[in-house]
Nanobody, 119 residues
Framework: QVQLVESGVGLVHPGGSLRRSCAAS????????IGWYRQAPGKEREWVAA???????TYEDSVKGRFTISRDNAKNTGYLQMNSLKPEDTAVYYC?????????????WGQGTQVTVSS
């Protein structure tokens, strides 16, 4: 099975920055899209950002200009750089790898890591 391991510091003041890493097993990053999601207490999990196989990026409106998604295929790792963090960014963040072929689509999820933005 594909394993995704997330890591990163979890606490920051408003206006600060954090970086999340998502390391995938199996040398599959080059053939997969990577996405980041978050879930705050009492809310549904929401999509945050995505990067395609070719490097094309998309973002949810509330994080545009603040968050940057990237990938390093040689390291089989995806990243989410979070700048100008706000309290409303507080949530558990999950990475997802989507591997698509002509026949199938399969999603793999990281374990989730807490991001807390507080003064």
């Amino acid at each position: 099975q594909v394993q995704l391991v997330e890591s990163g510091v979890g606490l920051v003041h408003p206006g600060g920055s954090l970086r999340r890493s998502c390391a995938a097993s199996g040398n599959i990053s080059s053939t997969s899209a990577i996405g980041w999601y978050r879930q705050a207490p009492g809310k549904e999990r929401e999509w945050v950002a995505a990067i395609g196989i070719s490097g094309t990026t998309t973002y949810e409106d509330s994080v545009k200009g603040r968050f940057t998604i990237s990938r390093d295929n040689a390291k089989n790792t995806g990243y989410l750089q979070m700048n100008s963090l706000k309290p409303e960014d507080t949530a558990v963040y999950y990475c997802k790898l989507r591997r698509s072929t002509l026949a199938t689509t399969r999603d793999y999820w990281g374990q989730g890591t807490q991001v807390t933005v507080s003064s």
